[in-house]
């Protein structure tokens, strides 16, 4: 913008450097040119003196005389347009920011979204566009009434009249720009009621990210290769198997587990497990009666378990241990998964696609434990000597 009103304002002086030509005895191009120049930055200049500096129009005395327009039915405009427009862009940021402590106080324990900036940053978005269309209804109202009515007429009210017609303006003005308002943040809560109808199916795609392609290739073929020379345990496999799944998919189902379902489901993956490894596999599982009763997401300790023998035993020639371990201390949930494998400094084993370690599994448990406790539940990953430790440590309902 700048660099335009320049251009506008110097093309003159460009212009008749350019098409005046000197007659015999006057002075050359150059010459004419620079004093040209000169010209345009002498008016310039002065053009520059006579308009009022941001400082003077914004000095103590014009915000005051600004605000109390905008504030009041009688006093005249004062300041600059944009400055009478940006009152009620301040007014309703404030009021969003209200509403926004407020609805941190009263919902934050149970809605985990309040404990993360971008869950502030959100509510008060829509906050902020209830409370702007409400301060322009009012706005709006209290111009039109001016103009239709007149501030002569409204003067001459008795104090209580005077009282109700305003009062009864700005009810007309929330009742215009709620509803507004309303609409128009109701896009974005739509898109969130349809995402949680949408929980069926990111239920069934978890489930798909843990029951991995190579654990179902790997078991199947293990029980054909056993239906030839070892059907009893083929059988078994098969059950453990069938149990797993069944398990699996119950839980989806019903969006919440135990830690005691949870650990159930575990035990049959370690035995399905062992079944297969042989005796490359040996594992343990200990919990409280306490612990077993505290609720849990589901599959998420299923992830651990898989980890530690995938990347920790498997690369092992001789195998190794898995204790699994659930304890309440104090009013805090600690879940652990301890392995006796390679441990975390040897080689991560590729995965799908090319992918080596385990860091997608882990980012996955850390974005859940973050969504459904915020900053209250952590994940920890130890060098375990040997193998490796993988702790949880969550708040007891």
Known sequence: ?????????????????????????????????????????????AKAKRMPTLVR???????????????????????????QALWPLLYAMAVALGFTVLGMALLAPDD????????????????LVVSLCVTLAILGVMRGARRLVGPARVRGLASGWRTLFFSGLSMLGVALGWPLGMALIGTDLRALAALDAHSPEARL???????????LFNTLAT???????DTDRAQRMLEHFIDYLRGALGQLREGQATVASELALAETYLALMAQRM??????????????RAQPLPPLLLQPLIENAIRHGLEPSLHGGQVLVQAHCEGRRLRLSVR?????????????????????????????????????????????AEPGTLAVLDLPCA
């Open 112 to 127: 985990p979204a309040w404990q993360h900036a971008s869950g502030w940053l959100q509510w008060y978005g829509r906050c």
């Open 57 to 83: 129009m914004l000095d103590r005395q014009t915000l005051a005389q600004s605000w109390r327009h905008w504030w009041n039915w009688d006093a005249p405009p004062v300041g600059p347009a944009w400055l």
């Open 1 to 45: 913008m700048a660099g335009f009103f320049l251009c506008v304002v110097l093309a003159p002086a460009f212009y008749e450097g350019r098409h005046d030509r000197p007659a015999r005895g006057q002075p050359s191009h150059g010459l004419a040119i620079r004093r040209s120049g000169g010209r345009v930055v002498g008016r310039l200049a």
């Open 278 to 291: 042989d005796d490359r596999l040996r594992y343990q599982v200990q919990a409280s009666d306490a612990a």
């Open 223 to 229: 029980v054909h290769s056993l239906m030839g020379h």
């Open 205 to 215: 795609q978890l489930l798909q990210a843990q029951i991995e392609p190579h654990f």
């Open 339 to 383: 392995d006796t494998g390679v441990g975390l400094h040897a080689p991560r084993r590729p995965g799908p696609a090319g992918q080596t370690g385990n860091g997608i599994a882990l980012a996955n448990i850390r974005e859940r434990l973050a969504t459904r406790y915020g900053t209250s539940a952590t994940l920890q990953l130890l060098d």
